[in-house]
């Protein structure tokens, strides 16, 4: 019987009949080659998830221009799935249910293990209403550990991508030459989705806050990820080759979407539905777009032309990326007790908001930096334990490559836990 195919980009076919981790000729164990280009969207979309949070705790957001911003700012949550669905996709090349075992073992140490810790934080932290005695602590701790403890929600997706990836990863596999078809039919599912919960047909288990844990409701933006390592090459050079396009497209958009929610806002359209729900049908080209525009972005920011310095910087905040998602509220929330959001009586609220994004974004580098040199490195930032004479970017010890790779896209083995 033929075996079904996964295109690598770069290598050719592998068998899908491939175990799930195994290691490949020339790969070598344990080993994380990168795409520069790409571990650069990372710090760029969490600086965009740390903005909303940042804009929620802090800005009016009773207002107009603050609501504005946040149905532009939600696309992290679509690019954050992105990312991490192309990378796993683009790591794994063939798939099998040979390796399953090690496949989610890796996948829990790198994700599952973080999420629990962190909710343990957050939970103490965030200082529980300990009058329901131990016994209602610890049900609110795992009604947290089941739900997801506000932006750790992303993980529980995340999650559910992984149960399903190995089979989604055949088909796909098996689509081999359909995948325009499948890209197009999953945009519609997506399109239909989101439509229903924006306009609330669907029962309440679907809808508002159980949306935003369900890979139902993202399951476009996750299938375009894994189509698209599959065509990485081809991808790259046609976004290289439309930069203007691209960005003139992802405006207009973007000026759509702020149309709809204008007119969403106003009393004499309230058939367009609820202007706060953060899945509107209408930002779905507009995500689309942001997306490209963040992976052109990181092909500029380590483009050979960028000094040491700013690609040192630029690998410190890809590598660092996923602390500053886990550990983000943990400083919103200690900014909030000091009272930082009294501060808009004095200060326009979007300087503001940046001046929060900076403080948080840097006090999480250097968090999960030092984090990153000690026993519970794995535990509360999902990278592997490093060296103290790493500390500053491109200081001693520190490895910096003296170009960024080439447009043809060498191999890529990535931490996928950095999402």
């Known amino acids: ?58 800005a009016p957001v009773a207002s107009l221009g603050v609501g504005a911003c946040l149905i532009l700012l939600h696309v992290t949550r679509e690019a954050f799935l992105f ?19 090690t496949f989610y073992r890796r996948r829990f140490v790198a994700v599952g293990i973080p999420y629990l ?48 990836f190995p089979w989604l990863a055949r088909l796909i596999g098996r689509a081999k030459g359909y995948h325009g078809v499948v890209l197009v039919a999953s945009g519609f599912v997506q399109l239909i989705v989101v439509s229903l919960e924006h306009w609330t047909v669907l029962p309440s288990a679907f809808e508002g806050f159980w949306a935003t844990r369900e890979i139902t409701s993202y399951q476009f933006y996750l299938v375009a990820g894994m189509i698209v390592a599959l065509h990485l090459d081809q991808v790259h050079r046609w976004l290289s080759e439309h930069i203007r396009l691209v960005v003139s497209l992802t ?4 000026a759509m979407a702020e149309g709809w929610y204008y007119l969403a806002s106003t009393d004499l359209s309230r058939w367009l539905g609820s202007s706060s729900d953060p899945f509107q049908p209408i930002v ?10 963040i992976y052109l ?12 310095t700013v690609r040192a910087m630029v690998r410190s905040g890809s590598e660092n990326s996923y602390g500053v998602y886990l550990a983000q509220m943990l400083f919103i929330v200690a900014l909030s007790w000091i009272g930082w959001g009294r501060l808009t009586r004095v200060i326009p609220w979007p300087v503001l908001a940046v001046g929060s994004v900076a403080i948080v974004f840097l006090a999480c580098v250097l968090l999960t930096s030092a984090l990153a040199r000690t026993p519970l490195a794995k535990s509360l930032t999902g990278r592997t334990r490093t060296s103290w004479q790493t500390w500053l970017p491109g200081g001693p010890g520190a490895r910096i490559d003296p170009a960024p790779p080439k447009p043809d896209l060498p191999g890529l083995k990535p931490d996928i836990a950095h999402g």
């Open 1 to 58: 019987m033929t075996q079904a195919v996964i295109e690598s980009p770069t290598s050719g076919s592998l068998p899908a009949s491939e175990p799930i981790g195994a290691d490949r000729p020339g790969s070598g164990s344990g080993t994380r080659e990168r795409l520069d280009h790409i571990d650069a969207m990372r710090p760029i979309k969490q600086a965009g998830v740390v903005g909303t949070h940042s804009l929620l705790a802090f």
């Open 251 to 254: 405006l207009a958009s973007a």
């Open 83 to 101: 990312v991490s669905a192309c990378m796993l996709t683009y790591s794994c090349r063939g798939l099998g249910t040979g390796g399953l075992p």
């Open 117 to 164: 810790c962190w909710t343990l934080i957050y939970f103490l932290v965030t200082l529980p209403d300990f009058s329901t005695g131990v016994s209602g602590s610890l049900v609110h701790l795992a009604y947290l550990a089941g739900t997801g403890y506000y932006q750790l929600y992303y993980l529980l997706v995340i999650m559910q991508f992984y149960l399903l």
């Open 297 to 308: 972005a990181g092909m500029a920011l380590v483009d050979r032309r960028r000094s040491h």
């Open 284 to 293: 779905i080209p507009f995500n689309i777009g942001a997306i490209a525009c």
